[in-house]
């Protein structure tokens, strides 16, 4: 058993996700065995003629993995309304409102905070070059809320039933394209995660990155599973791992967007 890891932290969530996700899809594959099995030989049949330790392996995994999960008590439905953001269910016209009211949104706070935003300082640009292109670290224009007095980001927006999609006020950071407008103290970590975004931007286009979050988030109904946030917690946690491991974000980010993993 791996050490016991805070589960405060999003990249812990994604990870404990990903498990899960790996386990139901190896179980999947164990019941389609399974199904064959049945369907070729009667329960008779297996018990006469079966390797006896084959078997009863067999039988021991089946009942392990079924006491396993079913000692995991079931979850009502929205039952951690932090994670899970409530909200109505949006049909298609709604969900196409939000992404254009939402694209529109995110182009208004780029203009309003590029105005005040500083470039990247030299010894945060040295980090960075290890992972992004100097072409995107000349272009990144930061702002810190708390240097300015400006409070938390809020959304101003005439209030719509998706606006809790954007969950701003509790991120770190939010990333406007080439934008990235720091809520909490910046951090090295907490900058990685947010040019991360910035590389998306780059290589989706705003429009494309706001559907493919919108339409996950839609999905899912919480942040962390989005592809789009889970893998820059992923590529994060890389960096917080062992900076001298160096990689080239954009090529990670390409390798998903190829593969249509967003
Ligand atoms: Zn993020």
Redesign the pocket.
């Known amino acids: 058993m791996c050490a016991r890891q805070d589960l405060g932290d999003p990249v812990a969530l994604v990870q404990l996700n990903g498990d899960l996700r790996h386990a139901h899809s190896e179980l999947q594959s164990a019941q389609r065995a399974a199904q064959r099995l049945q369907a070729r030989f009667t329960v008779d049949e297996i018990a006469r003629h079966a390797e006896p330790e084959m078997l009863s392996t067999a039988q021991a995994t089946a009942t392990g993995l079924h006491q396993y999960f079913s000692s995991i008590p079931r979850l009502a439905q929205s039952s951690n309304s932090v994670r899970s953001m409530e909200g109505p269910e949006l049909d298609e016209n709604q969900v196409l409102d939000a992404i254009a009211d939402i694209s529109a949104y995110m182009c208004e706070q780029r203009e309003k905070y590029y105005a005040i935003g500083e470039p990247l300082e030299a010894q945060h640009t040295s980090i960075m070059a290890n992972f992004f292109s100097p072409s995107l670290l000349a272009r990144i224009r930061v702002v810190q809320l708390a240097k300015h007095g400006l409070g938390r980001i809020k959304i101003e927006r005439k209030a719509n039933s998706y606006h809790h999609l954007l969950e701003l006020t509790h991120?770190a950071?939010v990333?406007f394209e080439d934008v990235v407008v720091f809520n909490e103290e910046l951090t090295t970590r907490s900058l990685f995660?947010?040019l991360?975004?910035a590389v998306q931007f780059q290589l989706l286009g705003l429009p494309r990155y706001t559907e493919l979050f919108i339409r996950a988030f839609v999905a899912t109904r919480w942040r962390f599973n989005v592809p789009?946030?889970a893998h820059?917690?992923e590529l994060e946690s890389r960096f917080a791992a062992d900076r001298r491991q160096t990689f080239v974000v954009e090529n990670e980010v390409r390798l998903w967007i190829d593969r249509g993993r967003y």
């Open positions: 991120m950071s990333t995660h947010a991360v975004h789009l946030e820059a917690f």
